[in-house]
């Protein structure tokens, strides 16, 4: 009975120590990169809520009554990934309807809009632009400094856009 007691006193140890050194957490995922957890961040439909802008397109920034921007697509570190923006009745934008955006540095608070990547002759250059994201992640603010690039003008007239732009959009 001694001996019975032991062994199975022994079984109960061993599969204790078993059990324990299984517990853990999972070291084997991999972990996410700051590129994909910022992007999921971004990845949702956002609704524009103000524009602002300095200098020449002050008055182009009051056209901006409503709209909606989309990132979409899958993430891969180091790639683009899609936007769409919506505004309606806009005359000229700094912005064009789609493209691409890439993480610039630091990834936290950088996007490159990647307008030479547009069917544009001549090519035009990338945007760099800053964001921010607050309110728990549902205020997003991206911000364009200097912009003098060309104009995204669905009606074909020429307006002054150049300046400083600030877009506020919210999310749910």
Do not use: H
Not at 57 to 77: C, K, P, R, V, Y
Not at 81 to 97: I, M, N, Q
Not at 136 to 165: H, Q
């Amino acid at each position: 009975m001694k001996y019975l007691n032991r062994i199975l006193s022994l079984l109960i140890l061993v599969s204790a120590t078993l059990v324990l050194t299984n517990c853990g957490g999972d070291d084997d995922a991999p972990s996410k990169s700051e590129q994909q957890t910022q992007f999921e961040k971004l990845k949702f439909t956002w609704t524009l809520q103000s524009v602002t802008a300095t200098g020449d397109a002050a008055s182009a920034a009051g056209q901006f009554d409503d709209g909606t921007l989309i990132i979409s697509g899958n993430f891969t570190d180091n790639n683009d990934f899609a936007y769409s923006l919506s505004t309606p009745d806009v005359t000229a934008s700094p912005w064009p309807g789609a493209g691409d955006l890439k993480f610039g540095t630091p990834v936290s608070s950088t996007l490159i809009r990647r307008d030479s990547k547009l069917n544009y002759t001549p090519a035009l250059p990338d945007i760099t632009m800053t964001y921010q994201l607050t309110n728990s992640d549902k205020t997003l603010t991206i911000t364009l400094n200097d912009y003098s690039s060309e104009i995204f003008n669905p009606s074909g007239r020429v307006a002054s856009v150049e300046g400083n732009w600030v877009f506020v959009f919210t999310r749910p």
